[in-house]
């Protein structure tokens, strides 16, 4: 099994910052590309933010030049920077990660369990 625990959500004022955290544990052989992901009410989950093991970046153009993406493959743990918040960045947030348990096997998408963050004054 392979468990992602999200941290670091919560309320901020508008133009403030947070930082989310998400740590993978388990049976974990390899990560590959790990990311973030928010869904807001009534609409499709979609993507913020992704990163490779090579620490290649990608991002939604909504969040460009706002949020940083980064990761510590030691302690398999993904990062998200958020600063300049605005309002519509109120959702949750998710955590992604593509995992191979073993040495051998197939590559498998897990989520975290999601974290609010809300932007409001």
């Known amino acids: 099994q392979v468990q992602l625990v999200e941290s670091g959500g919560g309320l901020v004022q508008p133009g403030g910052s947070l930082r989310l955290s998400c740590a993978a544990s388990g049976r974990i052989f390899s990560i590959n590309n790990m990311g973030w992901y928010l869904q807001a009410p009534g609409k499709q989950r979609e993507l913020v933010a992704e990163i490779t093991s090579g620490g290649s970046t990608n991002y939604a153009n909504s969040v460009k030049g706002r949020f940083t993406i980064s990761r510590d493959n030691a302690k398999k743990t993904v990062y998200l920077q958020m600063n300049s918040l605005k309002p519509e960045d109120t959702a949750v947030y998710y955590c992604?990660?593509?995992?191979?348990?073993?040495?051998?096997?197939?590559?498998?998408?897990?989520w975290g369990q999601g974290t609010q963050v809300t932007v409001s004054s």
């Open positions: 992604n990660a593509n995992v191979r348990p073993r040495s051998w096997g197939d590559w498998s998408d897990y």
